[in-house]
């Protein structure tokens, strides 16, 4: 579709032979997105590895050498590779069935249930962290003292702050990212071959093991792919559980680097860098050029409505097992930081009964008031705040034009902001903030180094896809016959975007705005490198008092976070009609 067309009036030359020049407005668009992703994302991490190369002045392996042959640095790698492994196996081996019960039978519950699972996507990892921290703790946590009580042990059954810790509040943060990706498969599964098998006499689960669990292989590869990327390259979880028992990862020592300050710290941190970066681009390869070319034509023309799976007399009795693992995994651990954030002495339960009457000396709203009141967390609110919708907003904008670009035309080049836009999504966040810092600290004629725009930035490049992808989905489900008539009618290729497309996807757009917003608003890792003392966000807040100060007042802003989330979800089901939610 070009910006610009030639008119051929009686005797003139041929159109064609007129042409000079052809003028389209979405070559421009294109070249501005990938100019943008190119000097903030490709040039950063082609630094980063140029740096680790070279940090000797010429091409050298020594940082190497040094780097990876330090004990503490190859016990972090080991670390991150088997907690990573860990939680990919057993997170898969949670979000299969999950997914499956909620999408495929007639379980009790399943729209409460799969909200419930989803919207844990959304809450902080980190928070995560300090809930189990509260339950398993060593020699205080209140799970701990209760089994131990209750089974009459001579000491706490679990200690959270070992290898085995860091995996469980690993897997019990990332499962709903394999569960988003396996439900979403089996919404689109073409139903007949199920059926098929039915009708032939299997069971139940022999048609699950025979039928849906190949067909759904290549999607729960990518989902297993997803959760390993994402558990290696986690900061908030392992810094949290894993540093207080010198459980070390290859995060936590890219962040210890940095904060010595000092160019061997720096390339040190950079030499770790090139390992997450190695790792998640292999990942992504996998994912996307060969997991993705096996996926299996399971969308026919007709309805796709998934088969419902009679679970019959054990109906009942798995619902009751997926309450009971929701209240373990979900409910109980934020219902824990809850109580702390009430609670005046972490040694003492919040309430108790003393010769036959309620105790609630325990009970203080000090640290509450606190977080309502003191400035310093009011300004990090409001920076978070901020940041979050500038991000956002700007992201939501990009996203619209590169979906409509991808759906509605044939451009050349298309497909490169859209490659580089996974590309960003898939690098790990601590690579994508020291790339930033080595790059956009004036060395190289950009200097935005302690400023707001260096995260909103960062912010960008991290979450992006998730709001593209988004709309995406929305603008492939509509029939493209209202914008060429708003086009025939004479309006332009912009018009015709804002005045017809946009009102059509409006629920997407907004969807996929909060989409950007919500992990932006409580983002740690790539904040904990880029804040500056007047930058400061609410995820650096929280984490600095958890780490450093009160628990009880980290307790209070992570229940806000929490309660934010929840409120997010409920003003995008209502904003979109239902169409979406968290």
């Not at 019990?172 to 396996?182: D, K, L, N, V």
């Not at 700007?394 to 050349?412: D, E, K, P």
């Not at 992808?469 to 975007?497: D, N, Y």
Request: hydrophobic residues 50%; contains cysteine; charged residues 10%.
């Amino acid at each position: 579709m070009a910006a610009a067309t030639t008119v051929r009036s009686p005797g003139s030359a041929p159109a064609e032979k007129e042409k000079r020049f052809y003028f389209d407005i979405k070559w421009v668009i294109i070249l501005a997105i990938v100019a943008f992703l190119m000097v903030f994302e490709v040039f950063p991490m082609l630094y980063l590895v140029i740096r680790a190369f070279t940090a000797d002045g010429g091409f050298s392996l020594h940082a190497f050498q040094r780097v990876y042959t330090y004990p503490m640095n190859w016990m972090a790698l080991r670390n991150t590779v088997v907690t990573a492994t860990c939680s990919m196996f057993l997170g898969v081996l949670i979000a299969f069935p999950l997914a499956w019960l909620v999408g495929r039978t007639n379980l009790y519950g399943k729209k409460f249930f799969r909200t419930l699972f989803v919207t844990t996507y959304m809450v902080p990892p980190y928070v995560g962290a300090m809930a189990w921290l509260r339950l398993l703790n060593p020699s205080v946590g209140t799970l701990n003292v209760f089994l131990k009580n209750l089974l009459h042990l001579a000491e706490n059954p679990f200690d959270i702050y070992t290898v085995g810790g860091l995996v469980w509040v690993l897997t019990s943060f990332y499962y709903p990212y394999a569960f988003i990706t396996i439900s979403r498969a089996m919404e689109k599964m073409d139903p007949s071959l199920e059926e098929a098998s039915k009708i032939s006499g299997a069971s139940p689960l022999k048609t699950l093991w025979t039928i849906t669990l190949p067909m759904m292989a290549p999607s729960i590869v990518a989902a297993a792919l997803l959760v390993f990327v994402s558990a290696g390259s986690c900061y908030g979880i392992p810094s949290i559980i894993g540093a207080p028992g010198q459980v070390h990862t290859v995060t936590t020592r890219i962040i210890d680097f940095v904060s010595i300050g000092n160019q061997e710290g720096l390339t040190d941190a950079t030499t770790l860098a090139v390992f997450l970066m190695v790792i998640a681009n292999v990942v992504l390869y996998v994912s996307n050029f060969v997991v993705g070319k096996k996926q299996y034509i399971t969308v026919s023309g007709k309805s796709t409505r998934p088969n419902i799976v009679d679970l019959g007399r054990w109906r009942i009795p798995i619902t009751l097992l997926v309450v009971i693992f929701s209240l373990i995994v979900v409910i109980i651990p934020f219902a824990s930081v809850a109580v702390t954030s009430f609670t005046r002495n972490l040694g003492k339960p919040l309430l108790s009964f003393a010769e036959g009457q309620l105790v609630t000396s325990n009970f203080t709203m000090k640290f509450w008031e606190r977080v309502t009141t003191r400035e310093s967390i009011l300004n990090s609110a409001g920076h978070s705040l901020l940041y979050a919708a500038l991000a956002a907003t700007l992201g939501i904008i990009v996203s619209c034009v590169m979906a409509y670009l991808l759906q509605r035309t044939n451009v050349r080049g298309k497909s490169i902001p859209d490659f580089l836009i996974t590309l960003g999504s898939g690098t790990p966040s601590v690579v994508i903030a020291l790339g930033l810092i080595m790059t956009m600290s004036g060395r190289f004629g950009i200097n935005i180094y302690n400023t707001m725009w260096i995260m909103i930035v960062a912010y960008m490049v991290k979450y992006l896809l998730m709001g593209m992808r988004t709309v995406v989905s929305a603008m492939s489900q509509i029939h493209p016959s209202l914008e060429e008539a708003s086009l025939i009618s004479g309006a332009s290729w912009l018009r015709s975007f804002k005045d017809v497309t946009i009102p059509l996807i409006a629920p997407s757009v907004v969807a996929g705005w909060f989409l950007i917003f919500m992990p932006c608003f409580y983002e740690l890792t790539m904040s904990t490198l880029l804040y500056s003392t007047y930058t400061k966000t609410l995820g650096i807040e929280l984490f600095t008092y958890q780490t450093f100060h009160s628990q009880q007042t980290a307790a209070a802003l992570a229940t806000v976070i929490l309660l934010l989330v929840i409120a997010a979800n409920w003003l995008l089901n209502k904003l979109t009609h239902g169409e979406f939610s968290i």
